[in-house]
């Protein structure tokens, strides 16, 4: 079992930056493809951005490319999310997930684990 831990959320002016972070609860994450994904009121949770668990990989949303970095650092067990040029249609709750694919993935039901998201606002 891998517990996950989102923060870094809050409310932000449109144009600015967030630097999410998702740490896990054992020294587990490097076993683990992670992704990040948002759900706004009302919609369904969507994916942002994957990477592979070497790192080596990196997927996209086309909505956030160019704007959004996913990264991690498995010896700090954490992966962030770095979203520049933030608009006010990114507001959402965004979650991290593991699976244990090599691979990072945007399909949702491949991922084991989900953390308990962090909220993301950006007001214009």
């Known amino acids: 079992q891998v517990q996950l831990v989102e923060s870094g959320g809050g409310l932000v002016q449109a144009g600015g930056s967030l630097r999410l972070s998702c740490e896990a609860s054992?020294?587990?994450?490097?076993?683990?493809?992670m992704g990040w994904f948002r759900q706004a009121p009302g919609k369904e949770r969507e994916f942002v951005a994957a990477?592979?668990?070497?790192?080596?990989?990196?997927y996209y949303a086309d909505s956030v490319k160019g704007r959004f970095t996913i990264s991690r650092d498995n010896a700090k067990n954490t992966v962030y999310l770095q979203m520049n040029s933030l608009k006010p249609e990114d507001t959402a709750v965004y979650y991290c997930?593991?699976?244990?694919?090599?691979?990072?993935?945007?399909?949702?039901?491949?991922?084991?684990?989900w953390g308990q998201g962090t909220q993301v606002t950006v007001s214009s």
């Open positions: 997930a593991a699976n244990s694919n090599p691979m990072g993935t945007m399909l949702r039901n491949v991922y084991d684990y």
């Open positions: 054992k020294r587990t994450l490097s076993k683990y493809a």
């Open positions: 990477i592979s668990r070497s790192g080596s990989s990196t």
